[in-house]
């Protein structure tokens, strides 16, 4: 069983940015993707970017010129950093995990609200 | 990208009977060279993250239960729960896998009638 553990709720003031953290535990077979969803307050669910062994990292067109997915094998961490936010980057962030064949979301963190607010 | 558009938006369906979601596809989801079709769907239960529920637009994951099922190829799918429980009021979407940027359906609201 796999288990995801991110870290806090953040504010945020516009312009800044956020990095939130994801750490997994139990299978931590490194044959695995992972990815951020994000969802906003009321609305549906929003890949933003995977990443998969060795470091190679993809993004949504929409995400590529402000997320950056990185992770860290030593500690199980998977990472992910939103600059430049606005009050549309308001949403809850998930963590997720899945298989490398076929992408998956087998596995999900709690959630990290981020509020963007002046 | 694929656009993935659910139907009803919302239903309320009574206790005990057949609750039946709507998924369609802008494009062909269908791999003919592995004749699967690259779909997914999944629960989110109020406060609660999503769950994964069905791959392969008709594998049930490990514990779903039976009465949970989906159907479907090509562009047009299906996710129907028999004999609906209180624990299946969620809003449930469908994702597909077959291309980048992957996707998800807006999402449908399950309500007890």
């Known amino acids: 069983q796999v288990h995801l553990v991110q870290s806090g709720a953040e504010v945020k003031k516009p312009g800044s940015s956020v990095k939130i953290s994801c750490k997994a535990s139990g299978d931590t077979s490194t044959n695995s993707a992972f990815s951020w969803v994000r969802q906003a307050p009321g609305q549906g669910l929003e890949w933003m970017g995977r990443?998969?062994?060795?470091?190679?990292?993809t993004y949504t067109r929409k995400f590529q010129d402000r997320v950056t997915i990185t992770a860290d094998e030593a500690t199980s961490t998977v990472n992910l950093e939103v600059r430049g936010l606005t009050s549309e980057d308001t949403a809850i962030y998930f963590c997720?995990?899945?298989?490398?064949?076929?992408?998956?979301?087998?596995?999900w963190g709690q959630g990290t609200q981020v509020t963007v607010s002046s | 990208d694929i656009v993935m558009t659910q139907s009803p938006n919302s239903l309320a369906v009574s206790l005990g009977e057949r609750a039946t979601i709507n998924c369609k596809a802008s494009q062909n989801i269908l791999s003919s060279s592995v004749n699967k079709n690259f779909l997914a769907w999944y629960q989110q239960r109020p406060g609660q993250p999503p769950k994964k529920l069905i791959y392969w637009a008709s594998t049930r994951e490990s514990g779903v239960p039976d009465r949970f099922s989906g159907s479907g190829s090509g562009t047009d799918f299906t996710l129907t729960i028999n004999s609906l429980q209180a624990e299946d009021v969620a809003i449930y979407y469908c994702q597909q896998y077959f291309r980048t940027p992957l996707t998800f359906g807006g999402g449908t609201r399950v309500e007890i009638k």
């Open positions: 997720t995990r899945g298989p490398l064949s076929y992408f998956t979301f087998d596995y």
């Open positions: 990443i998969i062994p060795f470091g190679v990292s």
